[in-house]
């Protein structure tokens, strides 16, 4: 009889502690992945305050960050054109220098995809396309947010739980 209750009891705990791992793990996840972000935004921020060149040539509007709604990934930049937004296509054989708001070449750096289950929830605040660009100029480096504010949000879920990110106009990157 003892040996059945306490054979109960070791069953009854172990499906707790599984059950709280899970929890856990996603939970885990979700902070990893805000962390990454941030750590990507002042990746963006360095290469801007570094002058780092981007196709043998320092991009005119600096070094950005783009993000889309309901997405996984995100995308590091080199705004070439200075329009401040970021141009996934354009001309190919033109380099970074030549390249002009009406001729713009493709700024992509790098796209940097989100842990499995993890995707963008909301951006504050939102173009009309569903974007929102963050882009570092130097030398201070001058933060520009586009659509046009002093702070941007980024929110992310696992599904269950959300973890945001804010930045301001001076570069503070916070995680809550």
Do not use: W
């Not at 990893?32 to 290469?47: C, I, P, T, Y």
């Not at 997405?71 to 354009?90: H, P, R």
């Amino acid at each position: 009889m003892e040996i059945t209750v306490v054979i109960s009891i070791i069953i009854i705990l172990s499906t707790i502690f599984i059950a709280n791992y899970r929890a856990g793990e996603k939970n885990f996840t979700l902070q990893r992945s805000a962390h990454q972000l941030a750590q990507d935004l002042r990746k963006v921020q360095e290469m801007a305050m570094a002058g780092q060149e981007f196709d043998e040539t320092f991009p005119k509007g600096g070094y950005g960050i783009h993000f889309k709604e309901d997405y996984s990934s995100y995308y590091l930049f080199a705004d070439c054109d200075g329009d401040g937004e970021f141009d996934e296509t354009g001309d190919i054989f033109i380099n970074c220098s030549e390249a002009v708001p009406e001729n713009p070449c493709p700024e992509t750096i790098e796209e940097i995809y989100l842990e499995e289950n993890i995707s963008i929830f909301s951006l504050s605040p939102v173009s009309g396309e569903g974007t929102l660009e963050i882009t570092f100029l130097p030398p201070d480096p001058r933060v520009t947010i586009n659509p046009l504010s002093s702070t941007a949000s980024i929110t992310l879920t696992n599904g269950q739980i959300e973890k945001t990110i804010t930045i301001n106009s001076v570069g503070l990157i916070d995680v809550q």
